[in-house]
């Protein structure tokens, strides 16, 4: 009751704190400037592809208008998630520093205040906040409550219940913090096992991605190419439509090239996301994979072979 309590407090003085510029808000920032440039790459290539009769460089130009919307997010978003994982692998080292504190003779409160001098990578920085809030006179509940929603991840909110529990229960203090230590050590050998065991698949992954993306590069490099020499012999012949071959007369060489091309940005997208949601258990981390496999796809198109 009381940790709801404390929670509907903060929600209701977030309410009243006044709106965030834009300006000092670093996704909406991010995403401003992103879509500025991706409309100015996009007007830039459908003005140049008016002077140019093929449409390689309409399709190329929104392929990179929407590239450059997503990488500038991508980028912001994967600095947010390198700073999770580096506070969750630094965590078993924060509750042996815990450990090491207490059973030197320190009490819990001081063990944390003493590990937020040690270096612990991105967890340092959320540690010395702790302290200043602790330090401040800030309920200890309400400290790591604060702790856990600015680390923003499973394991620190898992690590700070469990604290909170031990200081309530009492006894070996120690005691509890070595079974606090093994549980989340445990939890991230389990997690290291699992992306080990799946990591396979994201190389399947793009191994079908590229056997998909040499075929039709085969396939427009080479037959097509061919089938424009029969539609230029049906013309110049005069035989048009008529005869066994007239059906390749009226074919679509561009058309059905550029369905080729579209088919591998899909698969492109489609394959990136599920490399992502496998490997690191999250969609935003497969755009990475999706950048990576677009440019494949947009430079094995136009390679002049």
Do not use: C
Request: cysteine-free; aromatic content about 8%; glycine content about 6%.
């Amino acid at each position: 009751m009381q940790r709801a309590e404390r929670k509907q407090k903060r929600k209701q003085k977030k309410e009243v704190e006044p709106t965030q510029s834009i300006l000092k808000n670093n996704i909406l920032r991010t995403a401003s400037f992103s879509l500025i440039a991706s409309v100015s790459v996009l007007s830039m290539s459908f003005y140049f592809s008016e002077f140019s009769e093929s449409s390689t460089i309409r399709d190329v130009g929104l392929i990179f208008g929407i590239l450059v919307a997503i990488i500038p997010l991508t980028i912001h978003q994967l600095k947010i998630v390198q700073r999770k994982d580096n506070i969750d692998r630094n965590m078993p080292m924060f509750l042996l520093a815990l450990l090491s504190s207490v059973q030197s003779g320190a009490n819990l409160i001081k063990a944390i205040e003493q590990s937020a001098e040690r270096n612990l990578g991105a967890l340092t920085p959320e540690l010395k906040n702790l302290k200043a809030n602790i330090s401040w006179g800030t309920p200890i509940e309400e400290a790591f409550e604060n702790f856990a929603e600015r680390t923003g991840t499973r394991v620190s909110r898992r690590v700070t219940v469990l604290l909170e529990m031990a200081m309530k229960i009492g006894g070996d203090v120690s005691e509890n913090l070595e079974m606090i230590q093994k549980h989340v050590s445990e939890m991230q050998n389990i997690e290291k096992s699992r992306k080990s065991a799946l990591q396979p698949y994201t190389y399947t992954i793009y191994i079908s991605f590229g056997v998909f993306l040499a075929v039709a590069v085969l396939l427009t490099t080479s037959f097509f190419s061919e089938m424009e020499r029969v539609q230029e012999g049906l013309l110049a012949s005069g035989s048009g439509t008529d005869g066994l071959f007239g059906s390749m007369a009226s074919m679509d060489i561009g058309a059905m090239e550029s369905a080729l091309f579209n088919m591998a940005v899909i698969e492109a997208v489609f394959g990136g996301l599920a490399a992502g949601k496998i490997g690191a258990g999250s969609y935003v981390a497969g755009t990475k994979h999706v950048v990576a496999m677009i440019v494949i796809s947009v430079v094995a198109f136009n390679l002049p072979l």
